[in-house]
C-alpha cells in the first residue's frame, strides 16, 4: 500500500458523534467498530471503559457518577478506509474537552432518537460543529421502537438547525412495524431483520431491486402502501443531497436505523466514507506568513488538541492528543513547538478498539498519542521545523467563574503551580488579578471543578475549596491601539486578570456590567473566544 501522505489523507475520514445522552451513541460506536473489525463482541467498549474505570483510582467520579469523562479516540478500517472516531464525553454537564475534540474532526455524525429529536446536548453540540462549518450527516437512531413520524423529525432539524434535511433512505414504518428502508438513490430496498438477543453480524445486506420478484417481499401491505406514499412525497418535497452544501455545513443527509440491531449503520458509514471530508489543508502561519498547510506537504506537522493525564495510573504521565495535519510521520521523529521546545516522540500511541499500541507511523488526520511529562499544551502545533503554528484550537469564555482556596495555608505556592500546571493542560481555564490576590478559575460546565478537584487532591495532594468569586464572566480583550488597551487596563486594574499564556482578560461582575463597560469603551473589542496561535 502507498505511503505517501496525499493518498493516505484522501481515504481518512476524521469523525465525531454528538448526542444528547440515551441517544445511542455508544452503541453505534459499538456497532461501527464491529462494522470495522476493530471488536468482536458487543458490549466490547462498555466492558473496556468498566476495566479502565476500576483501574484508574483517581477518576473515582468517573466510577461514582458512571460517566467516562476522558474522551478517547478510536481508528478502524472498512472497506478499504480508515476511520478515525474521536470520542466525545457523552455527558450532560459539557467540558471544554468536548469543544476541543471537536477542533480535531473533520466531520460529524449527529445521532438523534427518532422518538425524541432534537435534544438540548444535541443543539449545543451542534452550535460548535457550526462555529467551524464541520459538514453534519444525520443518523436516526431507534427505528426499532415508535418513532415519531419522519417527516417531523426532518421539519425540526430544519428549523431548530437552520440546515436543509436530504433523506438518504426513507424508513418503512417503526417500531414493531418496522420493515426496513428504501434507498433513495438507486430505488432498492433494504429489509429489515431483527436481530436476536446476543446474534453476531450485521442485519441485513441484501438488496431488493424495484421490479424484482422480491420486492418487499414479507411486508404488509398496509406498509407497503405507506411507504409508496411517503417516499413519494420524500422524494418530491424535500432537498436533494448536494457535496457542496453538505461539505459546507448549510446541509444534512439523513439516514435512519437501529444502532442496537445493527440496521443502517453499514450504510451510513459509506455514506461517511463517500461524502464526508478527507482531512484538507489547515489555515497556519509558517515563518510569520499565513499559510494554508496541505495534507500531501512533506513535512509532517500537526497540533495538540487533548492532554489526558494519568492514562495509566501507575505512572503520572501525560499524554498528548496528536492531530496529524501533514506528512507521514514516523516514529521516532523529532517534532519542535513554535516556541522551540522539542521532543522526540519514541513511543507514540496510537488507539485501536480495544488496546494502545505503539505506533510505527501515522497520517493527516491520523491522531497518535505523545506521552509526556509536562511540557505539552493544548493547542500546540508541532512540525519538524518548529516553524508551523495552527490556527483555531479556541478557548471558550467560561461560563462559571470561582476562587479557589488552599485548606492549608502553608500551601499558597503549591496551589497556585498544581493550578498553572492543570490550567495548562485545560483542565480548567486560570485567571490570575493583575492587582495579585486568588486566583481565579473558570470552566463552561461544572464537571470540569470536579475533575480539578479529584485531580488536585490525588496528584498534588491538595485539599481546595472552591468559594463564589465575585465575578460571573470574563472576556479577552484587545484594540488596535496599544495605547487605547494600557488605558483601558489601567483604569480597569482592579478587575484585569491574565490567563495562562499572558493574555488580558477582564472579569465582569455580571453579563449586564460587561455589557456597560463594552458600549462605553467601543475602541476595545471584548472576545468570548480567544484562538490560540
Ligand atoms: P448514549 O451513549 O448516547 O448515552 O446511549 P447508549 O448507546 O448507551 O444507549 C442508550 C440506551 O438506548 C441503551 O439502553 C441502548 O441499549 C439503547 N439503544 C441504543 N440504540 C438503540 C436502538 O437502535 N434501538 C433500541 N431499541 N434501543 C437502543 P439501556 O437500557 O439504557 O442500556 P442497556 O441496558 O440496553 O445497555
Known sequence: MSADPATEAARRRTFAIISHPDAGKTTLTETLLLAGGAIHLAGAVAARGQARRTKSDWMKIERER??????????????????????TPGHEDFSEDTYRTLTAADSAIMVLDAAKGIEPQT?????????????????????????????????????????????????????????????????????????EAGEQGFASQERQKRGSADFLEGVSDDVRVELAETAELARDGLPKFDLQAFREGHLTPVYFGSALRR?????????????????????????????????????????????QANMDPKHRDRVGFFRVVSGRFKRGMTLKSAIGKSLNVHNPLMFMAQEREIADEAFPGDVIGIPSH???????????????????????????????????????????????SLGEEGVTQVFRPVTGGDLVVGAVGQLQFEVLDERMKAEYGLEVMFETSPYQAARWISADSRADLDAFMEKSKMQMAEDVDGSPVFLGKSDWEIGYVLDKNPNIRFATRKERT
Open 123 to 195: 443543539l449545543k453540540l451542534f452550535e460548535v460543529c457550526r462555529l467551524r462549518d464541520i459538514p453534519i450527516t444525520t443518523f436516526i437512531n431507534k427505528m426499532d421502537r415508535e418513532a415519531q413520524d419522519p417527516f417531523a423529525l426532518l421539519d425540526e432539524i430544519h428549523s431548530k438547525l437552520a440546515m436543509d434535511t436530504a433523506p438518504m433512505y426513507w424508513p418503512a414504518a417503526s417500531g414493531q412495524r418496522f420493515a426496513g428502508m428504501l434507498d433513495l438513490t438507486t430505488d432498492e430496498f433494504v429489509p429489515f431483520k431483527r436481530l
Open 263 to 307: 440496521f443502517g449503520v453499514l450504510e451510513l458509514l459509506a455514506g461517511i466514507g463517500a461524502h464526508a471530508p478527507a482531512p484538507a489543508a489547515q489555515k497556519a502561519i509558517a515563518k510569520g506568513v499565513d499559510t494554508d498547510i496541505e495534507p500531501g506537504d512533506d513535512r509532517v506537522t500537526g497540533f495538540v488538541f487533548k492532554i
Open 66 to 87: 458512571g460517566i467516562s469523562v476522558s474522551s478517547s479516540v478510536m481508528m478502524f478500517e472498512h472497506d478499504g478506509m480508515v476511520f478515525n472516531l474521536l470520542d
Open 374 to 420: 509536562g511540557g505539552l499544551r493544548v493547542g500546540d502545533s508541532l512540525s519538524e521545523n518548529g516553524d508551523v503554528s495552527f490556527k483555531g484550537i479556541p478557548n471558550f469564555a467560561p461560563e462559571i467563574l470561582k476562587r479557589v482556596r488552599v485548606r492549608d495555608p502553608l500551601k499558597q505556592k503549591h496551589l497556585r503551580k498544581a493550578l498553572e
